[in-house]
């Protein structure tokens, strides 16, 4: 069957920088859209990067743009989020999802928590 697994959430200061993976297992992982969400508590997931499948289109949320990178390869079936410069804002869950469509979901990870603090 279809498995996401994230990993490389944690603990990290204001300012500083983690690296999340997304290992995909049971799909021809380069035929699909691959995203990133995250939800914090007490508020609605959302979407804060997605990648198309060769990796050559890329989007983000507004609120992360500079700071975070998507990335992929499809040689490891994996997604990675390159998250720089972290706010206490970017506090959450962070979830993978794998879309035959660009505005696909059909499979979801985990989730990974992230959280900024001092």
């Known amino acids: 069957q279809v498995q996401l697994v994230e990993s490389g959430g944690g603990l990290v200061q204001p300012g500083g920088s983690l690296r999340l993976s997304c290992a995909a297992s049971?799909?021809?992982?380069?035929?699909?859209?691959m995203n990133w969400y995250r939800q914090a508590p007490g508020k609605e997931r959302e979407l804060v990067a997605r990648?198309?499948?060769?990796?050559?289109?890329?989007n983000y949320l507004a609120s992360v743009k500079g700071r975070f990178t998507i990335s992929r390869d499809n040689a490891k079936n994996t997604v990675y989020l390159q998250m720089n410069s972290l706010k206490p804002e970017d506090t959450a869950v962070y979830y993978c999802?794998?879309?035959?469509?660009?505005?696909?979901?059909?499979?979801w990870g985990q989730g990974t928590q992230v959280t900024v603090s001092s």
């Open positions: 999802s794998a879309g035959r469509t660009w505005n696909g979901r059909d499979y």
């Open positions: 049971g799909l021809s992982f380069s035929n699909y859209v």
């Open positions: 990648i198309n499948t060769y990796g050559g289109v890329t």
